[in-house]
């Protein structure tokens, strides 16, 4: 299992989901993936994006006023 | 055999409808968005204060997560100029190339389709619904240009339309499908009470903005302005931002309506210079163009105008360039009676 980041800041709903998913393509199940936003609306997309393609959110909230998601490979992409 | 179909998801009802009804069928679907750049929903509301109060939702997203299926959502910004610039069939109402448009993203969703294996591909476009994409005459162009051919099922016009494909393989029921027409919408809102969907977007006037008359005129005077038909991600997104002011043909101001844009400005200030008020609240602003002094003290005076100082003798403003020096600038704010309405985009 390995751990990434991926800077979505500045990008605007929804490029940060679409960064997430072709970055998710290139992981393998198992791995993390954190995803550093400055746009809220990444909070409810990213979550709602891993829930219908299989993925699960560790963590969706707020860190130093940027908004953060962490998420976990799923089996599939 | 399972059979499998991808669907254009816009995150609208009828789209929605048109996943249901063909997975009451027993076909797997999945969903393709694509991103143009224009598209209504996203940007907006995470840029005004205003806006937040609405859902914070995809709406793509969301209908995806009530149909249970996969949303693939596509970045086509570069790809689409083309579409925006030289469309083969002409603009709609403003700067709208709709049937171009569609045409495009049927092909590319033929691409996506043959790609990862699918049978064919499903929409939401109902025969009479739309003035230039969805019409009698232009639903089987869309089949033609795009060639998709037969392979294009539209669930709820379909009893409407020849018998595609999936129909004649008895992949689908034909006798399951609708005969919808025209712009009522009586009879998708029924259709939804019947699959108990009770929440869904209901967009005004689509979901792109190049059907809003005002984002038209704003996309056309960029255009005039660069003198020629182009753009980057960037000046799509700050057209939907601020007031656009252009004093004269070679610069214009886009200044902040209030502290949301204003943030979402600030991103900007390594790019476009900046003016600032300091002496009292009031909005950011970045001059897209090169000004002289002269016009610099013009774009200073507007500027405070729409500041909280707009009835003081004297207003003081940072101007910021774009390499982050600053100096400051004293002027009166310019009166309304000076601001010409022929500079307002």
Aim: hydrophobic share 35%; charged share 30%; glycine share 8%.
């Amino acid at each position: 299992m390995s751990r990434y980041t991926l800077d979505c800041r500045r990008l605007l709903c929804p490029m940060p989901v679409i960064r997430v998913q072709d970055r998710v393509a290139e992981l393998q199940p198992g791995d993390e993936l954190e995803a550093i936003c400055t746009d809220p609306g990444a909070l409810n997309d990213i979550p709602a994006w891993c829930r219908i393609n299989g993925h699960r959110v560790l963590e969706a909230g707020e860190r130093d006023g940027e908004y953060v998601v962490r998420l976990r490979v799923g089996g599939e992409t | 055999m399972q059979r499998k179909a991808v669907a254009l998801v816009s995150g609208g009802l009828d789209s929605m409808l048109a996943v249901r009804v063909i997975q009451e069928q027993g076909i797997h679907v999945e969903g393709i968005n694509f991103f143009t750049g224009f598209c209504v929903e996203g940007h907006t509301h995470a840029i005004r204060k205003r806006d937040r109060k609405k859902p914070k939702r995809n709406n793509a997203l969301w209908v995806a997560e009530q149909l249970g299926i996969k949303l693939h959502i596509i970045d086509i910004v570069e790809e689409y100029k083309e579409v925006v610039f030289n469309p083969k069939y002409g603009y709609g109402a403003h700067l709208n190339p709709c049937l171009d448009c569609k045409i495009f993203m049927v092909r590319k969703a033929k691409e996506w389709m043959e790609s990862h294996g699918f049978d064919f591909i499903i929409t939401g476009e109902v025969v009479g619904q739309r003035p230039k994409s969805q019409r009698k005459d232009t639903l089987p162009v869309v089949q033609r240009d795009s060639g998709i051919g037969d392979l294009l099922l539209r669930p709820l016009c379909a009893k409407n339309l020849p018998p595609t494909l999936p129909e004649r393989e008895g992949w689908v029921d034909r006798e399951k499908l609708y005969d919808f027409s025209g712009r009522t919408r009586k009879p998708q809102m029924a259709l939804a009470r019947r699959f108990g969907i009770e929440d869904y977007a209901q967009p005004a006037g689509g979901c792109c903005f190049l059907t809003d008359e005002q984002y038209s005129v704003k996309l056309a005077d960029l255009w005039r302005a660069r003198g020629a038909k182009q753009y980057e991600m960037d000046d799509i997104m700050l057209l939907k931002v601020g007031r656009h002011i252009r004093p004269a043909p070679h610069f214009k101001l886009i200044v902040s309506r209030e502290e949301g844009e204003g943030r979402f400005l600030q991103g900007y200030r390594g790019r476009y210079p900046s003016l600032k008020t300091v002496s009292h609240a009031g909005p950011l602003a970045l001059i897209d163009g090169e000004v002289n002094d002269e016009e610099l003290a013009l774009a200073a005076r507007i500027v405070a105008r729409y500041s909280q100082g707009k009835s003081a003798s004297e207003v003081e403003l940072e101007f910021r360039d774009t390499q982050g020096d600053t100096r400051l600038l004293k002027v009166a704010p310019l009166p309304p009676h000076e601001l010409n309405p022929e500079w307002m985009l």
